[in-house]
């Protein structure tokens, strides 16, 4: 079951508190356009890693211990959030950093 609850004070209408941990719902002020394009540019890096290591999509998924779907998703024209846990997976499957991957 979600909750709803309201933060005062931040660009965020505001949140849900589910069983997955928060989420962010209703954002104004161009934020999720930023999130979005963000969002975007690590797809990009992703994709460029993968392609220059000569890996498909299952192949990064399999290095990376995450679903194939999961990069698919990940690399698409309207990505997902992305959770830590697949950043770092991500990272150590290129054998750099997760601060190196966040780099774009």
């Known amino acids: 079951m979600e909750a709803l609850i309201s933060i005062k004070n931040t660009p965020f209408r505001s949140w849900t508190y589910g069983s997955c941990g928060f989420k962010i719902v209703g954002m104004k002020n161009g934020i999720e356009a930023k999130f979005l394009e963000a969002r975007k540019k690590l797809a990009r890096r992703i994709r ?10 299952q192949e990064l998924a399999e290095q ?14 309207r990505p997902p959030s992305i959770e830590l846990d697949s950043i770092v997976k991500i990272s150590a499957a290129f054998k750099i950093t997760p601060s190196e991957l966040l780099d774009f």
Do not use: F, G
Not at 48 to 57: A, N, S, Y
Not at 67 to 74: D, F, K, M, N, V
């Open 48 to 57: 460029e890693l993968r392609k220059k290591q000569e890996w498909t999509q």
């Open 64 to 77: 990376a211990d995450l679903a194939t779907r999961h990069i698919q998703r990940l690399e698409s024209k």
